[in-house]
Structures are given as C-alpha cells and as structure tokens.
C-alpha cells in the first residue's frame, strides 16, 4: 500500500498523476460508432415518446436517435440543441435514471432503457467542432441583461440572441458557466467541457459577457430596468446553509461546494489537498460528489453522515450507489451536534435522530483531518424581486412580481434544482421576453 | 427412434435439413464439417460442363440489408456456379458420399442447354455415387446472360425438354430447381412433372439491386464502379418462397409431386412452416452462411420438440398440414368478425399501435392521458396492424366477436353461416344473386 494514503492530515498528492488521471476520467466512457448504432437500435420511435415527457426540455429523443441510426448525428444535435442549447453538458450530468430513462417503455419492458443520455452525448460531441448550427433573426434594436451565466443564464442568453435581441450576460465570478464550471463533478465533465461548451455557445453572436460583476455589488435592479428592455435573473443559489443553529461556523468545517470549486478549478490533481479521513455531512448531490471526488482524490476513510433516512437523501439511489461502489461510507439518521480538536485531529460529534429528527440519546464521534459540510444552498443577494420560500417567486414563464423582470433557474421558484431544468427555464423565459418585446 | 427421419424420393437423411447449392456446400472441405455439425444432406454447388473453369470477380460479390442490430435480414450475390474443376469436384463428392452413406448428398448441375452437354456429364456424375441430381434452372445473373440458369427456368418447354434428357441418361433422382423470377411458378412446375422430374426446389434467388452507393452512385455490391443486379435470399424471401411451394402443392397437376423447399429457412419454424405447406424437406443457404453451421443444431431441438409437444411421430404427420387451408380471397369467410384486444399487463405503453391507427388505418385506438392504450370496437375492422406494429408479443391480439353477438362497428348481429365473395351482394358476378 502507497503511504502517501495513510499519511495524517491534509494532504496533496496521495495518489500518482496516472491514478489521478483514471479517477477523473468520465465517469461513464462516451459510445464510439458501432456502440451507438446499438444503442440507437433499441429506440422503439414511441408516439408521444414517454421520454420527451419526462425532459423537462422536451428534447425530441425518438427523433434524435432515429436520427443517429440513419448515419447522421449532426441533425441529431440540432434536434437536441433546438430544444436544449446545453445539451452536451445535460447529456453528462442529467440525473437520466430519474428522468428519460426512467420513463423510457424499454425500462418498462425489460428494466433496461435505452441509453438516452449517451446517445445525446454521441450526437452532441459531433457538433462541438462544427459551425455553430444556429443564426440570429434581424436585429430587433432590444437589449436584455441577463444576471448569472449559469445554465438558465446561458440558455435564455442564446435563444434571446437567435430572435435578434442584444444580450449583456453579467456573472459576478470571473469566469462564465455556473455550477457547469464550478460544481459539477470533474469526472462528469472532462476535458474543460464546461468551457468549450460555453464557447461554442457564444459563437451565436450578440451576447457581450461581462464577468466579475454582481448584482447588488455595483449592478442594481433599478439600474438594469432602467438601462435594458427586460431583464432576467439567474444568480443560482450563491450561499450555502451553516450547519450551526444560530448561523455561525463552526471550526474546521469547510463548505463543500467551495471545496468542489476549488477541485474543479485545478490543473492538476495532485495539487488539491485532503485528508486522510474525510467527514461529508449531508445527504444531496453536493453532498455525494465531495465524498466521491475526496475518495478519488485519496482520501483513505471517507463518512457520509445524513441525519434522516436513506429514502429521504436528495442524492438518488444511483448517486448513493455510485458513492459506496467508490468506497463512501453513508451513515443515515446521524444528526451532527459539534466539532472538537482532538491532537491533531477533529472529532466531529453525531447523535442518532429518527425520520423526524427526534434524538435517540445514542452519540458517536468520528475522526476527521476534513469536514465538509453540503447541507444546502441558498440564495444570497439583495434588491431581489419578491420571494417565496427563499427563491425568487416566479409565476408563467418565469415572470417575476416586479414588470419587467424574468427568473429562472435554482434561483427561482419552482421545478428540481438541476442544469436541465435550468436550461428549460431560461429558453421558455426567453421566449416570453421575446413575445413581449414584439408586441 | 428419430422423429426427424428423412425420406426424400428415397433417399433417406437423419434430418430434413439439408445444405443448398452454394458456398457452404462448394468443396469436401465444407461439406465435411456441414456433416459434422449434424446437417441431413447437402446439395453440392452447382458443377458446369467440363473445360475451363467459371470465372468469379474479384471484388465483392454479396450485398445485403439489415434490421434493428444489423441482423442480416436479405442478402445479394453476383456469385456464378463453381469456378473449380469438374473432376476435382467430382472426386471429392465420390469420397465424402462414401465417407457419409447416411447423408443425402445431391449433385446440382447447369450445363449449355444441349442434349450433348448433358449426357455427357450425367454419366461422370452417375459414378460418383451421389443419390440424385438437382437441374439449377434458377440462377438469375451472370450464368443467365450464357442462355443457362433462370434462361432456362423462365421457359417451361426447355425444362421439360432437359429434365427429359436427364431421366433418359441417369438413372437417380432428377429434382428441378425453380425460379422465382416469374410470373406464375406453376407453369414451370408443371413443366417439370411432364418432362419426368420426380420432384421441384424451389426457391432459387430474386433478381434484386440491394442498394445503391450514395458516393459512388453504382450499385452494391460495387466492383470497379459498377454493379450488376444479383441474386435475393435469407430471411426477406420467405414469404415469397412459401407462396410458391403453397401454390405447386394445392395445383391438381402438381399435387403429387414432392418438394424441397428453400428460400430464407433461418429457424426450425420456418422449416416446419414450409413442411406445414406441403414440402418434404427444407434447404438452407442464407442461414449457414450468416451462423455457421452449428444453427442446424437448433434447427433440430426445435422441430424435435415442437413435433414432441404435438405428438407427432414422423415429418409425415404434418406434412402438408396448412395446404388446403390455403385459399383463393374469394372464399375467405366474410362473416368471421374478429376484434383487436390489448392486454394492459403486457403493454409498455409505447403508443405504436395507437399512432399506427390512427395516422394509417382507422382510428381504432383511443389514447388515455395516462397513456392507457384501448382498442374501440366500433371502429376496428381488425386489420391486424397494431399487431404487428407492437414491439411486445403476444400483447394485442385478435378476438372473434362470436356468431350471435354484434358487432359495434356495423351494428350488425354475427351470423355463424360462411359468407363469401361469391355469394356476396356487392359482386357484380354473384352467382346466388338471382
Ligand atoms: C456540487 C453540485 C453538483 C451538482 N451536480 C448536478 C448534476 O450532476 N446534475 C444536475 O442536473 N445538476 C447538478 N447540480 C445542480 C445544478 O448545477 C444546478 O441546478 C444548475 O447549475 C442551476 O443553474 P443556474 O443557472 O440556475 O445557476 P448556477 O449554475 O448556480 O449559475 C448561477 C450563476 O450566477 C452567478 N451569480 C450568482 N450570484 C450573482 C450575483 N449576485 N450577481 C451576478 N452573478 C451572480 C454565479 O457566479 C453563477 O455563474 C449540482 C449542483 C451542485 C452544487
Ligand atoms: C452466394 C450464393 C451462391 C449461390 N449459388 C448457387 C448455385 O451455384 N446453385 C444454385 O442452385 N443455387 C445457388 N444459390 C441459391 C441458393 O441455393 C438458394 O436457393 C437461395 O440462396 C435461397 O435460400 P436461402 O434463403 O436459404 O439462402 C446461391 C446463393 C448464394 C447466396
Ligand atoms: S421511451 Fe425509450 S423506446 Fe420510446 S422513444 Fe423514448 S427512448 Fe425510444
Ligand atoms: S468473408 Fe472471408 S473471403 Fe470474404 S471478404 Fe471476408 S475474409 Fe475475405
Ligand atoms: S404497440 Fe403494444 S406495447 Fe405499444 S402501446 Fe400498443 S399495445 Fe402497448
């Protein structure tokens, strides 16, 4: 065994480049040719395809695979992108076992979809390398600012510049993309997908991105209605929830969606430091993808600590199966009560609770060089329209109390927190604002 | 005892499963593994007159289509007859006879269409041992453009004419290969059985063109730029196949004249269909060439098991079976009502059927918001589409509206007498119509 692994404390380089490598690789191998002729077989060309139903991007997957099977995927992708402009990035990280896949009547019949989510990924990597296969419409003359170049901001962007619209896309951070560049896992999106992805999408023509600029730092509401024609919100959740009852942190915790950033800005590795033994509270995707990444990045005892049922976990079945084929212990009904320095090591504290809650009286410690803590994201602005439920309240299309305003997204309220239906958000969003500027 | 047992004019095979005239039976060596892996019998590939051997391209000679997974549904050859020589062949046909007494090995043969040409090859055949002959009067490229092969089987009176030369000069079964590349088989049949055949096969391959090359815009399968149609086989040419031997098996003239079937065999179903429908025996080509061998295996459980479950003793107990079940559409019995039936436990609610009906037939399916999929009696005239659309078997399947009970579709009550075309109202030609 590699000491490096046993090595205390936070540490870099626990594993070689070429471990490394493989850990990070895509987490599932994109089809060649012959794998996708045999995938795309398998489509039945349903009437009213239960899969279409189930994306919320209302993708046409029958069409697109039939398309695959008669030798031409670039009409596959522009079936895919017409309706999700992300569809590459959707196709990696699209939870498709709660979504297509499991709607899809092959699962009914055998228990064994056809493989929508690859089959986007085949078509869609086609296009990466060809002239953007969309044209803007006449200018109209219209300016839109559109808040946050995540996938809802993104996605609205695009299809507000394919009707003519000028489009200003503001991110406070200094880089474009969202959760696609900063969140999601490394092993969903290799090679700087998220970023060619994003390139590619520009090449559209009219959106002018401005990074490092954040609404309610410097950009006002006021000031966006009264500069541009409509404006649309996609700010994500930008806060995270603390783990201690009256808001303050406590020590030796680390928020894990700052840990993933971090990971999923190095260019090496090697260079990211953990800890021998990893503590994860929370029971999300956030959750699951910290424990994961730390395991691929070396950690030795990786703990994931939930403090109700598995069945109530936000992370799906195969997320969880997916963390423990890695080697992630999930503790559930463990609900965490504090944190001690122990030598050199944290004790992090954890008292057994039921469904609701309800403490046992049963504690346990685990040790830990590291704890991350993934118990939920927030939104975290000011000069927001009104909210309801700590989003943006959104009625039809994205609409916002406040005229003039649209949002979209994990931001607003509404529809699960996933890239996909951020992108659905966005177009629909979109196609309201145009609607409205015509008339 | 062997419930398989074979006896084709006489001669007898463990199975009735034999190996057509084609590659798979081209030389010793294949036929020799064919034997080894359990076939009945083979028709060696078909052996030219004496001289200079056939001349093959170089290039490619098969094309095919394909189904879902790139199953090999129809393929096409250009291929001539053997390009060895004859009396390689000949030797090599003398041995494996003797080597394998209980197989049934046939020798097919296309000689120029001369009495001379046949009677002298019949006698080196004669010496061979093999246990008949089959005339290939069916090949459709290459050897037709010489005045052989399906030039010959398009004519009756050269088939009578050669099949007469051949009974005069060998003393074995004649079997005459057929052509399905014209308009009614029955004609050739019939001119097989004047002349003394003592049984037809049938089918030799379709004139077809298998695709065309988008970059080349030539033909598949293209050789220097251009391509020739070829010969049709595999499991596409099934029904075609099994309509001609239905209609050589139920015409009075030919009723009595046995048959070995070919065209598309690919399972032990289609061999017991084609056996059904009144053939003796079955040949493969397309099947063998696709699997290798060893598919005669299952070829034998299958029947075997088939014939287990049924309790058949011998081929002979259904041999023949659906032949007078066979019909002209005139006395198809118009008062038999029947309605398509969806069983909701099997369906997977891909809307096949209903998209079908409705965009195609009769708008017979009714479509749920939650996707439950129901037949509409008075709408279905139980045209059998959403049946064969459905990806799952046996979900839809067709219920007689019994005689007494009314059919919602035309309001009216079933009646149990049969009803035809001939006796209906709406012919012109009713002969009970006065
Ligand atoms: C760790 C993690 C893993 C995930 N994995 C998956 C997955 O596998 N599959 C999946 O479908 N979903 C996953 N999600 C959820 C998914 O990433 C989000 O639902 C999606 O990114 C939401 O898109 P968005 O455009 O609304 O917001 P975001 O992607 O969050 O983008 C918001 C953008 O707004 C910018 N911004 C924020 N505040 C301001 C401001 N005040 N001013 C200006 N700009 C601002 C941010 O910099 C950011 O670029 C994951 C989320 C996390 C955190
Ligand atoms: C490549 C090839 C070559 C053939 N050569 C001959 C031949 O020499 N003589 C002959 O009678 N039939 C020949 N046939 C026709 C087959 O014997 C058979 O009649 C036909 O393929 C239909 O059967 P299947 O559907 O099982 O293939 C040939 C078929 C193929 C595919
Ligand atoms: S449900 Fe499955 S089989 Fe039907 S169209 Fe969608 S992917 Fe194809
Ligand atoms: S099947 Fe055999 S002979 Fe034919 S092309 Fe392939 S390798 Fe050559
Ligand atoms: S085609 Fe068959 S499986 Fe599909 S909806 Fe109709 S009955 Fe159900």
Redesign the interface.
């Known amino acids: 065994m590699n000491n490096q692994l046993l090595k205390a404390g936070v540490a870099c380089g626990r594993l070689d480049l070429t471990e490394l490598a493989d850990n990070f690789s895509d987490l599932h191998p994109p089809l060649d040719d012959h794998q996708a002729?045999?995938a795309a077989?398998?489509c039945?060309?349903?009437?009213?395809?239960?899969c279409m139903t189930a994306c919320p991007t209302d993708i046409d997957i029958p069409l697109f695979i039939r398309q695959i099977s008669t030798g031409t995927p670039l009409a596959a992708a522009k079936t895919i992108l017409s309706q999700n402009i992300l569809g590459g990035m959707c196709a990696r990280v699209c939870p498709t076992e709660t979504l297509c896949e499991q709607a899809c009547?092959?699962n009914?019949?055998e228990g064994d979809p056809v493989e929508i989510g690859l089959l986007q990924r085949f078509a869609t990597d086609h296009m990466m390398d060809q002239p953007h296969p969309f044209s803007r419409a006449a200018a109209t003359g219209k300016r839109v600012a559109v808040i946050g170049a995540g996938p809802a901001g993104l996605s609205c962007a695009h299809r507000l510049a394919m009707h003519g619209h000028d489009v200003t896309l503001f991110d406070g951070r200094d880089k474009a993309g969202g959760l696609n560049e900063f969140g999601i896992a490394a092993y969903k999106s290799v090679d700087d997908f998220a970023h060619r992805e994003v390139e590619w999408l520009l090449q559209i023509g009219g959106i002018s991105v401005k990074t490092g600029q954040r609404l309610g730092e410097g950009l006002s509401l006021e000031g966006l209605r009264a500069d541009y024609d409509a404006v649309f919100l996609s700010i994500g959740l930008g806060g995270v929830n603390a783990l201690s009852r009256d808001g303050g942190e406590w020590p030796g915790v680390t928020n894990a969606v700052d840990f993933i950033a971090e990971l999923r800005q190095a260019s090496d590795m090697s260079q990211v430091a953990i800890g021998r033994d990893v503590v994860v509270i929370g029971g999300g995707m956030t959750a699951i993808d910290a424990a994961v990444q730390s395991k691929l990045l070396g950690a030795l005892n990786v703990t994931l600590v939930y403090r109700r049922g598995r069945e109530r976990m936000n992370a799906s079945p195969f997320e969880q199966d997916l963390a423990a084929s890695k080697g992630v212990q999930i503790i559930t009904n463990a609900a965490p009560l504090g944190v001690q320095k122990s030598g050199d090591q944290w004790q992090v504290e954890f008292e057994f609770s039921d469904d609701d809650l309800n403490p046992t009286g049963e504690r346990f410690s685990l040790p830990a060089d590291q704890i991350f803590s993934a118990i939920g994201q927030k939104l975290n602005s000011s000069e927001l329209p009104e909210l309801d439920g700590g989003k943006i309240l959104v009625g039809e299309a994205g609409r916002t109390r406040t005229p003039g305003v649209w949002a979209g997204g994990d931001c607003a309220s509404g529809g699960e927190d996933l890239t996909v239906t951020a992108v659905a958000e966005g177009r629909i969003a979109a196609e309201d604002i145009n609607a409205q500027l015509a008339g | 005892m062997n419930k398989l047992a074979s006896n084709f004019l006489g001669i007898s095979s463990p199975n009735p499963f034999w190996l057509a005239s084609a590659p798979p039976t081209d030389k010793e060596y294949n036929v020799r593994r064919a034997f080894e892996a359990g076939w009945g019998g083979v028709v060696w590939k078909t052996l030219g007159a004496e001289g200079p051997p056939i001349v093959n391209v170089n290039g490619p000679r098969y094309g095919a289509i394909w189904g879902a997974d790139r199953r090999l549904l129809g393929l096409n050859n250009i291929e001539l007859i053997t390009d060895r020589d004859l009396y390689t062949n000949l030797e090599e046909i003398t041995r494996v006879k003797a080597d394998y007494p209980d197989r049934a090995l046939i020798v097919s043969l296309m000689v120029p269409c001369e009495e001379e040409a046949w009677k002298t090859i019949l006698p080196l055949v004669e010496q061979t041992g093999a246990d008949g002959i089959e005339l290939n009067f069916g090949c459709p490229h290459g050897m037709a453009e010489r005045g052989m092969g399906s030039a010959v089987g398009q004519v009756p009176e050269y088939i009578e004419m050669v099949t007469r030369w051949c009974k005069e000069a060998y003393s074995k079964p004649v079997i005459v290969k057929l052509t399905p590349n014209i308009t009614d088989v029955r004609y050739p049949a019939r001119a097989a059985k004047s002349g003394g055949a003592d049984a037809v096969s049938l089918i030799n391959t379709i004139n077809s063109i298998v695709s065309v090359d988008l970059d080349a815009f030539a033909p598949v399968p293209t050789i220097d730029g251009k391509g020739s149609h070829g010969g049709y086989c595999g499991p596409a040419v099934k029904p075609i196949a099994m309509h001609m031997v239905a209609d050589i098996a139920r015409d009075p003239e030919t009723a009595d004249m046995p048959i070995s079937a070919i065209g598309g065999v690919t399972t032990w179903r289609d061999a017991a269909e084609f056996i059904a429908l009144g053939a003796g025996n079955v040949q493969v080509c397309t099947a063998a060439m696709t699997y290798g061998f060893k598919v005669v295996q299952e070829m034998i459980s299958g029947l075997t098991d088939w014939m287990d479950s049924k309790g058949y003793d011998s081929l002979a107990d259904f041999q023949g079976q659906a032949t007078p079940k066979v019909c002209d559409w005139k006395d198809l019995n118009l008062n038999y009502v029947s309605k398509a039936v969806i069983d909701q436990d099997k369906c997977i609610q891909c809307g096949r059927c209903y998209i079908a009906c409705e965009d195609t037939s009769h708008q017979a399916i009714d479509m749920s918001d939650e996707r439950i999929f129901t037949v509409k009696d008075d709408e279905c005239v139980a045209c059998n589409l959403c049946v064969n659309v459905c990806p799952v078997e046996g979900c839809i399947t067709m219920k007689q509206i019994a005689p007494g009970q009314v059919d919602e579709r035309t309001g009216k009550t079933v009646v149990a007498e049969h009803g035809d075309w001939t006796t209906h109202p709406n012919n012109p030609a009713n002969i009970a119509a006065e």
């Open positions: 002729l045999v077989d398998r039945y060309f349903c009437h009213d395809a239960p009547v092959r009914t019949a």
